[in-house]
């Protein structure tokens, strides 16, 4: 050590009196980390900068504390390299609050994954494991759409990530995932892009929810409806049809086809009932019902 200013003596409590002179190395690296702080160092001794590399101190006290260094050349007044000169920052604080965070999301009650810039998975929660039943080494650093995506929805898929990667996020994006036992599951996604501390997109994060069980009742309900005894027809808030049951087909003679996404009451409904069927479905909208009408 040649250089300590006044920011590193705080930080990690030794004075310039104690460090001048000493190896940086050997003697204030963690011995886990030694050859790979020396790499840096011998590479900068070469010309070769190293941006953001992370490594642990341990201070005065005893304490670690988390170090993000830029390391360079040294060089004179003629070029000749004379040593390495690190600029580094406290991340501690930083890594602490990221590893909260990691934890409550591998911890969270629904699945959660996270892709990088390129797509390959970075972020597999337990719940994500329970539901899907790939474990983290089968999974992390694979593509998720070339791997775990339906072949009719990969195109859907990768749009919606690259959507997050431009800061565009996707809310209740429903697509089907295989299982690692081949069973198929029906996932609701909401999808944002995941940034650094400087706000660059560094990846998307995918917060899932399992609607198997959902979608199963409601095709079971559409099957009730659609084989009931009785005429049976739907509108969406606009009044156009979107439920018309084979009983309805049978007694009006109108097919599916030719009903479906139409006004009812402008296209169905004779003109002197227009008005009054209009007024029902207003009401129903509302959340009145009409009864025997």
Known sequence: VNVWNQCASRLVGYSTAEVMGHSLVIEFITKDYQASVQSVLDRALEGMETANFEFPLITKDGARIEILLNATTRRNEHGKVIGVVGIGQDITARLTQEREYSKLIDNANAPIFGVDTQGRVNVWNKCARKLVGYALDEVMGQNLVSEFITK????????????????????????????????????????????????????????????????????????????????????????????????????????????????????????????????VLDRALEGVETANF
């Open 152 to 279: 009719e929805y990969k195109d859907a898929v990768s749009a919606v990530l690259d959507k997050a990667l431009k800061g565009q996020e996707t809310a209740n994006f429903e697509f089907p995932l295989i299982t690692k036992h081949g069973v198929k599951i029906e996932v609701l996604l909401n999808a944002t892009a995941r940034r650094d501390e400087q706000g660059n997109v560094i990846g998307v994060v995918g917060i899932g929810q399992d609607i198997t069980g959902r979608i199963a009742q409601e095709r079971e309900y559409s099957k009730l409806i659609d084989t009931a005894n009785a005429p049976i027809f739907g509108v969406d808030t606009q009044g156009r049809v979107n439920v018309w049951n084979q009983c309805a087909r049978r007694l009006v003679g109108y097919n599916t086809s030719e009903v479906m996404g139409c006004s009812l009451v402008q296209e169905f409904i004779t003109e002197d009932y227009q008005e009054s069927v209009q007024a």
